[in-house]
């Protein structure tokens, strides 16, 4: 079993940055691949960003592409979200999650964390 907890949401403005962590706890997260998800009120949830188990290599949306930067440190059990040039549009709940590279599954999941852009 994985436990993940995600952190480091908040209010910020448009242009603004803010970097998500996901940490890991009861197994090491350096077998799975991490994604990030969003899901703002009202909306289903989306995909952000898929990040491989070494790091290597990355997969963004098209919304998120050149903005955000995905990044892990393994022997820290933990995975990034660094967001910059945030938008209003951005507003959601961010969820981390994790699965075994190349399944296209997640079989674990944070608890979300709040990141909200104002205007």
């Known amino acids: 079993q994985v436990q993940l907890a995600e952190s480091g949401g908040g209010l910020v403005q448009a242009g603004g940055s803010l970097r998500l962590s996901c940490a890991a706890s009861?197994?090491?997260?350096?077998?799975?691949?991490v994604g990030w998800f969003r899901q703002a009120p009202g909306k289903e949830r989306e995909f952000v960003v898929l990040i491989s188990r070494s790091g290597g290599t990355t997969y963004y949306a098209d919304s998120v592409k050149g903005r955000f930067t995905a990044s892990r440190d393994n022997a820290k059990n933990t995975v990034y979200l660094q967001m910059n040039s945030l938008k209003p549009e951005d507003t959601a709940v961010y969820y981390c999650?994790?699965?075994?590279?190349?399944?296209?599954?997640?079989?674990?999941w944070g608890q979300g964390t709040q990141v909200t852009v104002s205007s």
């Open positions: 999650a994790a699965g075994e590279q190349g399944s296209g599954s997640y079989d674990y």
């Open positions: 009861g197994r090491t997260l350096l077998t799975y691949a």
